[in-house]
């Protein structure tokens, strides 16, 4: 089975801190790829990032950073120095390739930056 | 506006009622999904087409449920005799085909409450 988890349901920090948002993933497949999506107030998700099952380089841009492990089965999003405009609710998400054309979705993280 | 949009974007039904739902997409992708996201929940996969062919359909989408792509542009979403249980967001995305998997590009969504 497909199964993304995000153990963290609420994160509330102060503006400019740094704050990581954990996901682990369960798949038998080899082939198959991770993203991060994030849900502002509006409602509409948004890409953040992709990385495919072989790619294991971890990526960084602007006060964005993804720890990919295999090794755990983990996929961690760290956003530095936090915004209030980061405040969202965050969702990993997993793409396997043989389990057909379909995001599976972890249940997503509120993130609360406070001024 | 070039994004994927939705109408109506907030629906109030009574049990029962039949209520239909529509999606524009981005006119060059020629994937659109339909997803469901309930309170507190990451979105749930409901189904998906390419270009006008409906390809996947999750158990979720019950008899109740219909969805079609005529000519391979927008998208309708019906729900017939809707039951409280039906209440959720309903959103839909699309994308460009092969190489961008998971790649979405969400709208703002169709909330729907049964009353």
């Known amino acids: 089975a497909q199964k993304v988890t995000q153990a963290q349901t609420e994160i509330s920090v102060v503006e400019k801190e740094d704050v990581t948002l954990d996901c682990v993933y369960e798949?038998?497949?080899?082939?198959?790829?991770l993203f991060w999506y994030k849900q502002p107030p509006s409602g509409e998700l948004v890409f953040l990032i992709r990385?495919?099952?072989?790619?294991?380089q971890n990526e960084i841009s602007g006060r964005y950073s993804w720890n990919f492990q295999k090794s755990t089965s983990s996929f961690n999003f760290t956003i530095t120095a936090s915004q209030v405009v980061d405040s969202a609710v965050y969702f990993c998400a997993l793409w396997v390739m043989e389990y057909g054309n379909k995001l599976v979705f972890g249940a997503g993280t509120i993130l609360r930056v406070k001024s | 506006d070039t994004g994927v949009s939705q109408d109506p974007r907030h629906k109030i039904t009574k049990r029962g009622q039949n209520v239909t739902f529509r999606c524009d997409p981005i006119?060059?992708?020629?994937?659109l999904y339909w997803y469901r996201q309930t309170l507190g929940q990451g979105p749930e996969f409901l189904t998906y087409f390419q270009n006008e062919a409906q390809l996947e359909k999750s158990r979720l989408l019950s008899d109740r449920f219909s969805a079609e792509r005529p000519k391979g542009s927008f998208s309708t979403l019906e729900i017939q005799r809707t039951e409280q249980g039906d209440s959720a967001m309903y959103l839909c995305?699309?994308?460009f085909g092969q190489g961008r998997y998971g790649e979405l590009f969400f709208g703002e969504g169709s909330r729907l409450t049964v009353l």
């Open positions: 990385r495919n099952s072989f790619d294991e």
């Open positions: 995305a699309s994308s």
């Open positions: 798949t038998r497949d080899t082939t198959y790829y």
């Open positions: 006119s060059e992708h020629n994937r």
